[in-house]
Each structure stands twice: as C-alpha cells, then as structure tokens.
Antibody
Framework: QVTLKESGRALVKPTETLTLTCTFS??????????VSWIRQPPGKALEWLAR???????YYSTSLKTRLTISKDTSKDQVFLTMTNMDPVDTATYYC?????????WGQGTLVTVSS | QSALTQPRSVSGSPGQSVTISCTGT?????????VSWYQQHPGKTPKLMIY???RRPSGVPDRFSGSKSVNTASLTISGLQAEDEGDYYC??????????FGGGTKLTVL
C-alpha cells in the first residue's frame, strides 16, 4: 500500500525559508524508475508542478521557481524534502507530494502553508 | 511555461456525456503523448483519472476516456453521475523535464 504524507510549518513569515518533508511508504526511491514530485495549489486556484527528484538523485525544477527551490531525499528514511526560499504571501498554498513523473498516481493529503507576517 | 487552457466550468445532466477540453501548444500537449487528468472533490486530494492521453488506471470507470487532437486534449465523461461533480485538471509534459497543469474546470451535475 502506497502512502505519502507531507509535514512542515503551517505558518511562515515573508522572506523566510520553508522546508517541507514528504514521508512515504509502499515504495522505495532507490528502485529504478521511482520519482517523487512536489505540487502546490493556492486556495481556490489551480495545481502547479514545482519539482521532482528521481531514484538516481536527478533533480528538476519549475522554470519560474527554480532559483528558490531545492529538492533532496533521504532514501534510508523514505523521505523527500523541499526547500523554498524567500517566501511571499502569494506562496500561500496547499503543498502536495506525489509519486510520479509524467503522471501522479499517489498523492499525499497535502499541507497548507500560510505566508503572513 | 504558461498554464494549459481549460473552460472554467461545464455542466450536464445525469446520464449525459460531457467533454472537457485542455488546450496547450506545440511545445507541450501537441508534442508529447503525456497528458494526464485529475479529479478533485472539494477539500480532497487530486485523483488520477487518465494518463498518457487515454490510459485509465485500474479502478477508474470506463465512463472516463481521454483523447488528443493537435494541441488540444479532451476528457469525456459518459453516463454522467452525481459523484462525478468536482474539479478536473489536465497536465502535460512540457519538455525540459517540466510539467504544466491546466487552470481547472468545475463540473456541475445538474
């Protein structure tokens, strides 16, 4: 059974750095072909793909956000991390981690991050 | 990359068919057969309904089908049911290892 769960601070101040953790089970990121992505959704708005990390530790980022994002993993703990710098109120959103690359077959429940002073 | 274009809303009566379009460009939808569709009920996590343009994951009813023509992908739901009401998002590979989502379509079952 595949599960993913996001965790991290729910409230961050403008200019701060956000760090999110995705803890998953039911698959291993050391398995060939496995990938985990981060996707966000501002309240009432559309989904936006942010970043992806592969089993070989290759990393890919949204063109518009790549200067602010860092994705990493701890394979031994079945965790993927996302760091986003210089947070702004427009970054207020539910942040999801999901398994996959060209499509996402399993999603976490999402974690709402609010950016406010 | 710009978001894919979807109608803001569509509606249909139970038993009818509805089609949701997803228009991109020759750099995304038109150049790759990697379009996926997600259903999202209010307050819930997105659910994969279609991948690789027209493939259905196990457990998704065959009332859901996908297709693509040039730069526009489509999701068709036949035999509409009340439980199909919700938001639908398309997603396409956009080259350079990136993906782009559509703006979302709200489906109302009348």
């Amino acid at each position: 059974q595949v599960t993913l769960k996001e965790s991290g601070r729910a409230l961050v101040k403008p200019t701060e750095t956000l760090t999110l953790t995705c803890t998953f089970s039911g698959f291993s990121l050391s398995t060939s072909g496995m990938r985990v992505s981060w996707i966000r959704q501002p309240p009432g708005k559309a989904l936006e793909w942010l970043a992806r990390i592969d089993w070989e530790d290759d990393k890919y980022y949204s063109t518009s956000l790549k200067t602010r994002l860092t994705i990493s993993k701890d394979t031994s703990k079945d965790q993927v991390f996302l760091t986003m710098t210089n947070m702004d109120p427009v970054d207020t959103a539910t942040y999801y981690c999901a398994r996959g690359y060209l499509y996402f077959d399993y999603w976490g429940q999402g974690t709402l991050v609010t950016v406010s002073s | 990359q710009s978001a894919l274009t979807q109608p803001r809303s569509v509606s249909g009566s139970p038993g009818q068919s509805v089609t949701i379009s997803c228009t991109g460009t020759s750099s995304d939808v038109g150049n790759y057969n990697y379009v996926s569709w997600y259903q999202q009920h209010p307050g819930k996590t997105p659910k994969l309904m279609i991948y690789d343009v027209s493939r259905r994951p196990s457990g998704v009813p065959d009332r859901f089908s996908g297709s693509k023509s040039v730069n526009t992908a489509s999701l068709t739901i036949s035999g509409l049911q009340a439980e199909d009401e919700g938001d639908y998002y398309c997603c396409s590979y956009a080259g350079s290892y990136t993906l782009v989502f559509g703006g979302g379509t709200k489906l109302t079952v009348l």
